[in-house]
């Protein structure tokens, strides 16, 4: 590294002299089905800033890229699915999370419902339903009737505040003295501990301090996202597409808790710094937000055993999940 923050082997040599790694970072590319897809890591703050402020960044299109083959992932279908049915899955899964015409917590709820029923299906081998199974979802979502179905949902912003805090909290990084931090990290993580009403000493919260500040922020939250309005969507999108959602889990189900637990979370960290006086986060906090959710828990292996504390507390069943999604 060079005294202007630069790589130095790719301002002396090029990129060729680049390792494996450093060569394809923030890009993910995979080989499905002999189709290469090539994702980004939002753990770049740049590929952070363009994913989620753009409003065309997932409007998918086919070019040439230069790829290392040895940096390629060969992926192959989930559940005993062909490749050719895991893409109807996976491409009416992106669909529903892209319905405009529904809010975003109602395209979860849909979502949840199908990823429910598709794992009901392949736990009894019944893979000729699946085709049919979508035509009802499409269905579902054509008539108009999903809105309506969900009217009488109540949010429980309680239950969101403790579990999402939990999250937060589980993974050790509240206050993590042992993991080197960027300014911009320890900024953003002192922000959401203020928010969430934690003592500026310890960094500790009482529960009502929780779900108090929990609440006073994500009353504010959608008037701060007028600066980024695409930001939650395409973190959603971002994860679905690079995961192959819903291949990540034992199940569909559990794939879609995951997806749960990591928007909840992201929500929480966005609500919490919505709470702290009286100017709201701008479009570059919030994408800074993004950026850390990624370094600090997007690689770290007990993320993604979280979504289990939904399943084992009772919490994980779709008619409680409702309740988490909508705010």
């Given at each position: 590294?060079?005294?202007?923050?630069?790589?130095?082997?790719?301002?002396?040599?090029?990129?060729?002299?680049?390792?494996?790694?450093?060569?394809?970072?923030?890009?993910?590319?995979?080989?499905?089905?002999?189709?290469?897809?090539?994702?980004?890591?939002?753990?770049?703050?740049?590929?952070?800033?363009?994913?989620?402020?753009?409003?065309?960044?997932?409007?998918?299109?086919?070019?040439?890229?230069?790829?290392?083959?040895?940096?390629?992932?060969?992926?192959?279908?989930?559940?005993?699915?062909?490749?050719?049915?895991?893409?109807?899955?996976?491409?009416?899964?992106?669909?529903?999370?892209?319905?405009?015409?529904?809010?975003?917590?109602?395209?979860?709820?849909?979502?949840?419902?199908?990823?429910?029923?598709?794992?009901?299906?392949?736990?009894?081998?019944?893979?000729?339903?699946?085709?049919?199974?979508?035509?009802?979802?499409?269905?579902?979502?054509?008539?108009?009737?999903?809105?309506?179905?969900?009217?009488?949902?109540?949010?429980d912003y309680r239950s969101q505040a403790l579990v999402f805090a939990m999250f937060w909290s589980a993974a050790g990084f509240a206050a993590n003295s042992a993991v080197q931090e960027s300014r911009v990290q320890e900024r953003v993580v002192r922000a959401i501990e203020r928010g969430l009403g934690a003592d500026p000493g310890t960094g500790e919260a009482t529960i009502e301090d929780v779900v108090e500040g929990y609440a006073k922020g994500l009353a504010r939250l959608p008037?701060?996202?007028?600066?980024?309005?695409?930001?939650?969507?395409?973190?959603?999108?971002?994860?679905?597409?690079?995961?192959?959602?819903?291949?990540?889990?034992?199940?569909?189900?559990?794939?879609?808790?995951?997806?749960?637990?990591?928007?909840?979370?992201?929500?929480?960290?966005?609500?919490?710094?919505?709470?702290?006086?009286?100017?709201?986060?701008?479009?570059?906090?919030?994408?800074?937000?993004?950026?850390?959710?990624?370094?600090?828990?997007?690689?770290?292996?007990?993320?993604?055993?979280?979504?289990?504390?939904?399943?084992?507390?009772?919490?994980?069943?779709?008619?409680?999940?409702?309740?988490?999604?909508?705010?």
């Amino acid at each position: 590294m060079t005294s202007e923050g630069l790589c130095s082997i790719q301002k002396n040599l090029n990129e060729t002299y680049l390792s494996h790694t450093c060569f394809a970072f923030p890009r993910q590319t995979k080989d499905f089905g002999g189709q290469h897809e090539q994702a980004l890591s939002l753990s770049c703050p740049e590929a952070a800033r363009q994913a989620l402020l753009s409003a065309d960044a997932f409007e998918f299109a086919e070019s040439r890229v230069p790829v290392r083959m040895a940096t390629v992932s060969k992926m192959v279908p989930a559940y005993g699915l062909s490749v050719e049915l895991m893409n109807e899955v996976r491409i009416l899964c992106l669909k529903m999370l892209r319905t405009d015409s529904l809010e975003l917590w109602q395209r979860l709820a849909v979502l949840g419902l199908f990823c429910e029923s598709l794992t009901k299906v392949l736990e009894t081998g019944q893979h000729e339903q699946i085709l049919p199974l979508i035509d009802e979802t499409v269905a579902l979502i054509e008539q108009g009737g999903v809105a309506a179905a969900l009217a009488d949902i109540q949010p429980d912003y309680r239950s969101q505040a403790l579990v999402f805090a939990m999250f937060w909290s589980a993974a050790g990084f509240a206050a993590n003295s042992a993991v080197q931090e960027s300014r911009v990290q320890e900024r953003v993580v002192r922000a959401i501990e203020r928010g969430l009403g934690a003592d500026p000493g310890t960094g500790e919260a009482t529960i009502e301090d929780v779900v108090e500040g929990y609440a006073k922020g994500l009353a504010r939250l959608p008037e701060a996202l007028k600066a980024a309005p695409y930001l939650l969507e395409h973190f959603l999108l971002n994860e679905m597409f690079r995961g192959l959602f819903p291949s990540k889990g034992n199940n569909p189900y559990d794939a879609f808790l995951q997806l749960v637990a990591q928007s909840g979370l992201l929500r929480l960290m966005l609500a919490a710094q919505c709470n702290i006086g009286d100017a709201l986060p701008d479009a570059n906090d919030m994408v800074q937000t993004v950026h850390v959710f990624y370094r600090r828990f997007q690689h770290d292996p007990r993320f993604s055993q979280l979504n289990k504390a939904l399943t084992n507390s009772g919490l994980g069943r779709l008619e409680r999940v409702y309740g988490f999604l909508k705010a």
